[in-house]
């Protein structure tokens, strides 16, 4: 039975200028249209249900802003049953001929001939409910320029002050407005740190080595290479003290202005060995300084091959047992004070090169 | 004192027959949805959590607009059928509503719908309206 309905396109319809007056409206449209239907039309003409539709609105706002008034009248903000009742009365008047007087018994359903009427109309009437299912009223626009600010409330959060109430929209958070300086947090890797300053003492390591190689060919000849103790002992006590790797590197220049002690080759190793500085690289350290100077003083050739050899070892990366860690480095200490004390036994002259 | 008594009587009565009718409007489904309904009372001002005041409200409108469109629908049945020109095919009414029909219902509401005449019609167009009813 559906006739030459009018189209219920939102677009189309009504010059209103909210969307919700738009969708509202075909609503209230298709359900006039299905009322008129129940009375006994087939079809419509489209000024006519568009103008009966926005007659059956006004009714409804009529109808609320009367109900309202009569409720605020008596000092009341919701309006309850009776309030309605004497709306309905006070738009379609009473057919008593009173003209528009309503009193306080027209409210009961004795008096109230409107009232009657529609508890006939329920108890007569067909039950027709709404074709379509409607969405929630209003439809909450989702676009983010029309999010709602929540509440106080809603978050959970006191306002910074007693005077500022809590159903009001919260405060934005004060990382959306105020600028603090940021840390720039640089990883720190302590055994990446570690590998790399052993990596530079192995390279001054093995510069200083070269720098004995070459001297070693020159005592071959015959003539004691080694420097004046006297003199350096000065600076033995200033290097002794500094262990990093960019220091060892002056360390080998100063070397090689004022001549080779083994004293200050050994420097580093003791000093690290009065920390306690760096374990396994240390004792990688050691191992490799120990043969080093104990094929020194036996042979003048042995250690040429053994930095690299030394270095691959590093490379690898081999860790010891703790206890067989702290052993070794005692053994180790012991071993290059052994040789610490026969070089200063044996002084060594730098001036000769 | 009696007849006191009687009015509170009949008080209590249309309480009663009141809660009833409210409490069996909440079996019946108005043809006009309660969100709609909800929405335009809002927007007048009308605030009420009770379902049963919408649906009292709904149920008005719903009365107004049938007791609208069946006085229109008296009108249109009221009016001459047209002329059947092909006797094998009786054309049937077609009950169509109309702003005719309608302004002629709404009149008796007190509404006035009625459509302005094209201005070419009659002679009589544009003039006052007193002395074109005259």
Partial sequence: MNGERAQEDPAASSSGCSESYEFSHAAAKAAVAQVCESVGYEHFKDPALESLAGFALQYILQLGKTAISFANLTGRSQCNVFDIILALEDLTGNDDGDGGVVSSESCSLGRSVKLKGIIDFVNSSEEIPFSQPLPRFPVAISKKKMMMIPSFVEIGETPPGNHIPLWLPAFPDPHTYKETPMWIERASDPRGDKIEQARQRRKAERALLSLQRKLVCKISSGTRVWGDMDGVKEDEGELLRSVSPSISGEKVESLNRDGLSVVEAFAPAMEAARDGFCSEVDTEWKKKKKPDALSKLRTEKKFLGEPLDLSLKMKGEDRPLSFVRDEDRDDKRRRAEFILRQCMENPVDLNQL | ?134
């Fill in chain 2, 1 to 134: 004192m009696n007849h006191g008594q009687q009015s509170g009587e009949a008080k209590h009565e249309d309480d009663a027959a009141l809660t009833e009718f409210l409490a069996s409007l909440m079996d019946y489904t108005p043809t006009i949805p309660d969100d709609l309904v909800e929405h335009y009372l809002a927007k007048s001002g009308f605030q009420c959590p009770d379902v049963r005041l919408i649906r009292l409200v709904a149920v008005a409108t719903q009365k107004f607009v049938a007791d609208v469109a069946s006085d229109a629908l008296q009108h249109c049945k009221a009016r001459p059928a047209p002329v059947v020109k092909d006797k094998k095919q009786q054309k049937e009414k077609r009950l169509i509503l109309t702003m005719e029909d309608l302004s002629k219902a709404l009149r008796e509401y007190g509404v006035n719908v009625k459509h302005p005449e094209y201005f070419a019609d009659s002679p009589s167009t544009g003039m006052d309206p007193a002395t074109r009813e005259e």
